[in-house]
């Protein structure tokens, strides 16, 4: 080999070609910003409830958190999730059905890799959460994306997905309720997915991270407590969201007692268990009162209000769908320049100091996401200064 000639570094191709996170290049243009409106991330801004902080910090004191878990969790955190699942999600779970894992994102990569096999397809709704994309390309899996019903609340459209499974299918992957619409598919919709997974012999996949932010009357519902399912899904969940905890990485899988055990095998050499302080201080979560939720549903649903109320008032350049959960709208960009949401997203950055999430991150142009879990004030900033620009 002539020594001379530069050679280029032997990265893999699946993770060289996947695009920059455009969260991500978000994140960094807008710390060029000086008092920027941030509504660019899906995270808490609430703290940690002080009860679950305090039970962390005894169990460090009792010296429990110095060294690893069971690769699954501890036993006592199991049987409590268990018990959730039962009573929140009416899955009859058992703590051998259970992974604690380092947030849901780290379960779902584990699913993953236990599910798919190189060239598989994966069926998932867009708009859709970029990371899942992601997983299943690390996974060297295909990606199959298909469009959700933008006029009817982004609801899944059943036929599309059904004409979109081949041979090669192996999953469909989503979350419900859904970053970034705020969609929440209905009973009949999973339904229908139920029963596309049982006559295709397929696993479902899901991300159920803001399973208790549902505004209006609408519920979240986990398809594996639909009749047979329990056995072809696996299902994520995280403390991220309920507890506003995303530092402290923590998050399960459920699936059936066939199923865990491969997973398992993926969740080892990805993080041999979950950071152990944060599993004492989520036992304390699931054990003592529930009121934080409460309060941040609450505290969530108004910031939407406002959110629409406020997007009203620019409804020459958006149109919006008003999310039935989760903490994250999808409002489309009606003008030209939206056509392409990553330069929209710069400009209003640069000249309204405005911080979005430019659609393309979740496959879909000419819409950005906003994110309503931050105060009512960074609200109203960010929309008088959209107000004064457009
Ligand atoms: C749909 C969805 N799943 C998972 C996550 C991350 O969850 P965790 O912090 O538990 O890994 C996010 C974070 O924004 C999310 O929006």
Known sequence: MDKKKKMSIP?????????????HEMTRLSKEVDDVAFLSWA????????????????????????GYSEPEGI?????????????????????????????????LA???????????????????????????????????????IEDES???????????????????????????????????????????????????????AYEYFTFDGYKHDSIASFPDMKERVISAFTFTKTYAMTGWRIGYVHSSKEIVPQIKKGHIPLAICAPVVSQYAVLE????????????????????????????????IFKYQRPKGSYLMFPKIKIEEGKDSLAFAKRLLKEARVSTTPGVAFKSESHLRMSFCVPE??????????????
């Open 377 to 390: 004030e960074i609200i109203n900033k960010a929309f008088d200064r959209m107000e004064d620009y457009f």
């Open 75 to 107: 036993y006592e955190l199991r049987e409590e999730i268990a018990k959730k699942l039962k009573k929140v999600n009416h899955i009859e779970a058992s703590p051998e059905e259970i992974i604690v894992t380092v947030g849901a994102i780290e379960g």
């Open 285 to 316: 979560a699931l054990k003592s009162s529930q009121e934080c939720i409460e309060s941040f549903r609450e505290h969530y649903k108004n910031m939407r209000d406002l959110m629409c109320r406020r997007l009203d008032r620019l409804s020459h």
């Open 43 to 66: 995270k808490p801004t609430s703290g940690t409830p002080e009860h679950i902080k305090k039970a962390a910090i005894k169990a460090m004191e009792e010296g429990k958190t110095g």
């Open 110 to 148: 584990a699913a993953v890799m236990a599910v798919i096999d190189p060239g598989d397809e994966v069926i998932i709704p867009i708009p859709g959460y970029s990371t899942h994309i992601r997983q299943v390309i690390m996974a060297s899996g295909k990606p199959v994306c298909v469009p959700t």
């Open 154 to 208: 982004f609801g899944l459209d059943i036929e599309r997905i059904n004409d979109a499974i081949t041979e090669k299918t192996k999953a469909i992957l989503f979350s419900d309720p859904n970053n970034p619409t705020g969609s929440v598919y209905s009973h009949e919709e999973l339904e229908d997915v139920a029963e596309m997974a049982r006559k295709n012999n397929l696993i479902i996949i899901t991300d159920e």
């Open 11 to 23: 990265i893999s191709n699946r993770v060289s070609q996947m695009p920059k996170s455009a969260i």
